[in-house]
Nanobody, 122 residues
Framework: QVQLVESGGGLVQPGGSLRLSCVRSGSFIPIYAMGWHRQAPGKQRELVAAISSSGSTNYAESVKGRFTISRDNAKNTVYLQMNSLKPEDTAVYYC????????????????WGQGTQVTVSS
């Protein structure tokens, strides 16, 4: 079974930055795609960013130019660098992993982490 553990969330002022990490462990396919979705209270879970095993990336329009997704396959870890944070970015951020990038992008990935809370407020 694939296990995913997120970290790096917290409280940050508007305009500030956070870096989220997601570590993969257990049985897995080495070329798994990984990504991030977020869910704010009362709203649907939505794509933030995703990355394939080869480094191809997809971003939600709302975060382009502010967030950057990357991965370190040797460490089985994916990162989300979040800059110029806005109050509207407040949500629980979930890491996911699956065999294909499509599964990660659409939110139908087979493996999910427990989530990490990001709060942007003054």
């Amino acid at each position: 079974q694939v296990q995913l553990v997120e970290s790096g969330g917290g409280l940050v002022q508007p305009g500030g930055s956070l870096r989220l990490s997601c570590v993969r462990s257990g049985s897995f396919i080495p070329i798994y795609a990984m990504g991030w979705h977020r869910q704010a209270p009362g709203k649907q879970r939505e794509l933030v960013a995703a990355i394939s095993s080869s480094g191809s990336t997809n971003y939600a329009e709302s975060v382009k130019g502010r967030f950057t997704i990357s991965r370190d396959n040797a460490k089985n870890t994916v990162y989300l660098q979040m800059n110029s944070l806005k109050p509207e970015d407040t949500a629980v951020y979930y890491c996911n992993a699956d065999r294909t990038l499509t599964k990660s992008i659409t939110g139908t990935a087979g493996s999910w982490g427990q989530g990490t809370q990001v709060t942007v407020s003054s």
